[in-house]
């Protein structure tokens, strides 16, 4: 049996993806608490007096959003397919289950990516907002570089999806305790020193400082480096899942009870 | 031979249908969570998004701040999980009973109430531990009256906002597939004017009035009053629980005519049972 390209299979899954989101634009409605999410951060500051952090409100429910969007659609691409019946077929076919993976939640990233604007333009209508970035080539490096390493970490989750009865159950619980280790909002510095230490294996936490720093141009110190940890990070957890995945279908061929679990 | 109409049953009684729907939301509790997955996965993020609002304050560098973001988010967190009442509702519609509760002798509302009450114990639960362990992990003390203050603005906060979801629960019914989204766009609409983030008079006064629909609203002010050695604190809380609470009748009465409508119109063809 000759084995499919890797690209063909990643066009097909992100072109379904595509026309799936088209179809049903309520997935996509992470995004739309984007707003609501800049005006809570936004007035928080405010009422305190505090437009110096103006950029840090800004940031985050953009930041919150790809997270959101790429674990909730990892959970349910994997029980799409077991109700469709098809993730049989997938395991049987010759394309390899992480590809198809890989399309459909990069184009669930990229479609993320909107928040940005999205939640800029909410804090300029509302607050005035100026959005000015202070140094857009790191700010777009980093946000190129953590979209990946959302993509990666997204392939990982798939792996407990696999093997979990109630998917839906992990999906929720992994929102907030990630936006405080990831520092989404609250840079980890001014954390105690143990959860710095957790937060350091995180990407979100190198994702949210750096582009914190790019956007305020203070605190860029090193950030060829910091950029470097970032897709270490997505490479180890790419490595990590790809691993585990092809363990789980092999156990899961082998047991033939993949769509019971 | 006897009519047929002798042998039509009795209307079973709302009250009947509705504890026999109590007990199939348990059962679908019970499937969907255990209590390892339910304490390690639910509670802790839930525990966790109230820590996330209060390391606002740590970066507000202000005590005060910290304090006023714990208690509301302890207080929303469950109100928040509230909302699923109206995902919830539309898997009633999911499981493919439609056709058979139209056609049942009794009404259909308190099917869909009845089964949806499943995340009342876990979201007073979570709102309660919520008010009990986070403030203390951000070094401020539970006293004897804040602890029983804020059980009761748990309880009644929870109980209330069940209500206001059903209206809203009785229209997504309409269109499923926008559950999800509906949902979560009603509890971060909620969480903003509610007097979570920011007192509610930091809003333009339109945006006061329209915060006063929230049955949280109500609570909260009065939770806070009392934590907030306010005088007359716990004067303000009875009335906090008691406007909290008429307005959570009056919603769910809403929202079983809504349910009821909605049953009708499926009856007559203009909803497809059978998705």
Redesign the interface.
Same mark, same amino acid.
């Given at each position: 049996m000759r084995r499919v390209g890797a690209v063909p299979v990643i066009a097909a899954a992100a072109l379904l993806e595509a026309r799936m989101l088209r179809r049903?634009p309520?997935e996509l409605?992470?995004v739309?608490?984007v707003p609501?999410?800049t005006?809570?951060?936004l007035?928080? @500051?405010r009422?305190?007096g505090?437009d110096d952090?103006d950029a840090?409100a800004v940031l985050a429910p953009a930041i919150i959003a790809l997270w959101a969007l790429a674990l909730l659609r990892s959970g349910e691409v994997i029980a799409n397919e077991r109700d469709n019946q098809s993730l049989e077929a997938i395991a049987a076919a010759p394309a390899r289950l992480e590809l198809v993976m890989i399309g459909r939640v990069a184009v669930i990233t990229l479609a993320s990516w909107v928040a940005l604007p999205l939640s800029a333009l909410t804090g300029w209508l509302f607050f005035g907002v100026v959005p000015v970035v202070a140094d857009p080539t790191v700010f777009g490096l980093t946000y190129v570089a953590m979209s990946l390493a959302t993509v990666a970490t997204a392939l990982l989750f798939a792996v407990f999806f696999v093997n979990s009865r109630?998917p839906? #159950?992990?999906q929720?619980?992994?929102?907030?305790?990630f936006?405080?280790l990831g520092g989404v909002?609250?840079?980890i510095a001014?954390?105690p020193q143990w959860v710095q230490v957790l937060s350091r294996g995180v990407y979100l936490s190198w994702s949210a400082d750096l582009l914190r720093a790019s956007t305020t141009g203070t605190g860029l110190q090193g950030w060829p480096w910091r950029l470097a940890v970032i897709l270490g990070l997505a490479a180890v957890t790419f490595i990590v899942a790809h691993a585990l995945l092809g363990l789980t279908m092999r156990n899961a061929r082998r047991e033939g009870k993949l769509g019971l679990t | 031979m006897a009519s047929p109409d002798l042998l039509a049953p009795a209307r079973p009684s709302s009250a009947r249908i509705f504890a026999r729907a109590v007990r199939t939301g348990a059962g679908d509790l019970r499937?969907?969570?255990t209590w390892w997955?339910w304490s390690s996965?639910?509670l802790?993020?839930?525990l966790?998004?109230v820590? @996330?609002f209060g390391? #606002?304050g740590?970066?507000?560098q202000?005590r005060e701040?910290t304090y006023f973001?714990l208690i509301g988010r302890a207080l929303f967190v469950g109100v928040a999980e509230t909302m699923w009442v109206i995902q919830s509702t539309a898997w009633e519609r999911g499981t493919g009973t439609l056709p058979l509760l139209v056609s049942a002798p009794g009404r259909a509302w308190p099917a869909f109430a009845g089964r949806s009450t499943q995340w009342l114990p876990s979201a007073v639960t979570t709102s309660l531990v919520s008010l009990l362990v986070v403030p203390p992990l951000f070094g401020f003390g539970v006293t004897p009256d804040g602890l029983a203050a804020s059980a009761l603005a748990a309880v009644v906060s929870v109980v209330a906002s069940y209500g206001f979801a059903l209206p809203l629960a009785a229209v997504v019914l309409r269109r499923p597939?926008?559950r999800?989204?509906a949902s979560?766009?009603t509890h971060?609409?909620m969480?903003?004017v509610c007097g979570a983030?920011?007192?509610v008079a @930091?809003?333009p006064a339109p945006v006061q009035w329209f915060a006063q629909i929230f049955t949280v609203t109500h609570s909260l002010r009065g939770l806070r009053a009392v934590l907030d050695r306010e005088p007359g604190g716990w004067g303000a809380l009875a009335a906090g629980l008691a406007l909290a609470l008429a307005l959570g009748t009056v919603w769910f009465a809403v929202g079983a005519w809504l349910l009821e409508r909605f049953a009708e119109a499926a009856r007559h063809g203009t909803i497809d049972i059978d998705s």
């Amino acid at each position: 049996m000759r084995r499919v390209g890797a690209v063909p299979v990643i066009a097909a899954a992100a072109l379904l993806e595509a026309r799936m989101l088209r179809r049903s634009p309520a997935e996509l409605f992470a995004v739309w608490l984007v707003p609501l999410q800049t005006l809570g951060y936004l007035a928080i @500051f405010r009422f305190s007096g505090r437009d110096d952090l103006d950029a840090y409100a800004v940031l985050a429910p953009a930041i919150i959003a790809l997270w959101a969007l790429a674990l909730l659609r990892s959970g349910e691409v994997i029980a799409n397919e077991r109700d469709n019946q098809s993730l049989e077929a997938i395991a049987a076919a010759p394309a390899r289950l992480e590809l198809v993976m890989i399309g459909r939640v990069a184009v669930i990233t990229l479609a993320s990516w909107v928040a940005l604007p999205l939640s800029a333009l909410t804090g300029w209508l509302f607050f005035g907002v100026v959005p000015v970035v202070a140094d857009p080539t790191v700010f777009g490096l980093t946000y190129v570089a953590m979209s990946l390493a959302t993509v990666a970490t997204a392939l990982l989750f798939a792996v407990f999806f696999v093997n979990s009865r109630s998917p839906r #159950i992990f999906q929720n619980s992994l929102s907030y305790p990630f936006y405080v280790l990831g520092g989404v909002l609250v840079p980890i510095a001014l954390y105690p020193q143990w959860v710095q230490v957790l937060s350091r294996g995180v990407y979100l936490s190198w994702s949210a400082d750096l582009l914190r720093a790019s956007t305020t141009g203070t605190g860029l110190q090193g950030w060829p480096w910091r950029l470097a940890v970032i897709l270490g990070l997505a490479a180890v957890t790419f490595i990590v899942a790809h691993a585990l995945l092809g363990l789980t279908m092999r156990n899961a061929r082998r047991e033939g009870k993949l769509g019971l679990t | 031979m006897a009519s047929p109409d002798l042998l039509a049953p009795a209307r079973p009684s709302s009250a009947r249908i509705f504890a026999r729907a109590v007990r199939t939301g348990a059962g679908d509790l019970r499937t969907n969570y255990t209590w390892w997955s339910w304490s390690s996965g639910w509670l802790l993020r839930c525990l966790m998004e109230v820590a @996330f609002f209060g390391l #606002i304050g740590l970066l507000l560098q202000s005590r005060e701040a910290t304090y006023f973001l714990l208690i509301g988010r302890a207080l929303f967190v469950g109100v928040a999980e509230t909302m699923w009442v109206i995902q919830s509702t539309a898997w009633e519609r999911g499981t493919g009973t439609l056709p058979l509760l139209v056609s049942a002798p009794g009404r259909a509302w308190p099917a869909f109430a009845g089964r949806s009450t499943q995340w009342l114990p876990s979201a007073v639960t979570t709102s309660l531990v919520s008010l009990l362990v986070v403030p203390p992990l951000f070094g401020f003390g539970v006293t004897p009256d804040g602890l029983a203050a804020s059980a009761l603005a748990a309880v009644v906060s929870v109980v209330a906002s069940y209500g206001f979801a059903l209206p809203l629960a009785a229209v997504v019914l309409r269109r499923p597939s926008w559950r999800n989204a509906a949902s979560n766009i009603t509890h971060n609409v909620m969480g903003l004017v509610c007097g979570a983030l920011v007192p509610v008079a @930091f809003w333009p006064a339109p945006v006061q009035w329209f915060a006063q629909i929230f049955t949280v609203t109500h609570s909260l002010r009065g939770l806070r009053a009392v934590l907030d050695r306010e005088p007359g604190g716990w004067g303000a809380l009875a009335a906090g629980l008691a406007l909290a609470l008429a307005l959570g009748t009056v919603w769910f009465a809403v929202g079983a005519w809504l349910l009821e409508r909605f049953a009708e119109a499926a009856r007559h063809g203009t909803i497809d049972i059978d998705s």
